[in-house]
């Protein structure tokens, strides 16, 4: 149960990663198509959070787990 859990939370992780990346290349290849984010700095910076934030939770259970690895 707990390989499951630990699972559970990588591929939670990974999936969140993957949608904040779609998300800058959307912002960087077509910024004019994103009508509800006037500030696209803004709307980029908040995915790179999201993708620090995850990669840093990826870290942890790494370290105490052993894995996080790709």
Known sequence: MKNRIIEALVLDARGKIAKAKVNVDVYLHNPVGIGEHPDVLGAVQEQLDIIAH?????????????????
């Open 54 to 70: 995850e990669e840093e939770r990826l870290e942890v259970i790494e370290k105490h787990w052993g894995h996080a690895k790709t």
